[in-house]
């Protein structure tokens, strides 16, 4: 049945008719245009569809779009701020981690909330928060060397 939901949407207010159950995925992808969020596996098991609910990563093929009525919602478009890259960003690209780039969104938004939770998050913590995430280029040391560069600018060392 559609209805209309509202939401904030990379901090601004967003709208959108839609049938309730249909994949916040969709949503972003097709009604919104936002394509940075991407089609993995479609069954919530490669990480690739990953944004921001309220603060926490989440599988947005799995999500109905009913379920961010009221909430927060971040996707990889809304990481940068007033054209300068976020810390997780750089840190992705000075690191290599992008090779197709196809997971990437995905990985970078499941960094961010795990160092939102936790900006001094050391390797294993990193790792085990990334492992959700599938690389088919395999950059995943590339991943982990990225993140950890990244929460020690975000909590204000020098970046490796």
């Not at 989440?58 to 909430?71: F, I, T």
Request: proline share 3%; aromatic share 4%; glycine share 12%.
């Amino acid at each position: 049945m559609e209805q209309t939901i509202q939401f904030k949407l990379n901090g601004r207010p967003a709208s959108v008719t839609a049938d309730g159950e249909r994949a916040l995925l969709w949503v972003l992808r097709t009604d919104l245009e936002l394509t940075g969020t991407k089609f993995g596996c479609g069954h919530g098991l490669c990480g690739t569809c990953t944004v921001i609910v309220n603060n926490e990563a989440v599988l947005s093929c799995q999500l109905p779009v009913r379920n961010v009525a009221g909430k927060d919602v971040l996707t990889i478009e809304g990481l940068a701020k007033d054209g300068k890259l976020h810390p997780l960003q750089k840190a992705f690209i000075q690191h290599g981690a992008i090779q197709c780039g196809f997971c990437t969104p995905g990985m970078i938004l499941r960094g961010y909330s795990l160092l939102l939770k936790n900006a001094q998050a050391g390797k294993e913590e990193i790792i085990n928060g990334m492992n959700l995430h599938l690389c088919r280029c395999g950059t995943y040391a590339r991943v982990v060397d990225a993140v950890q560069t990244a929460a020690s600018e975000l909590k204000g060392g020098s970046p490796r």
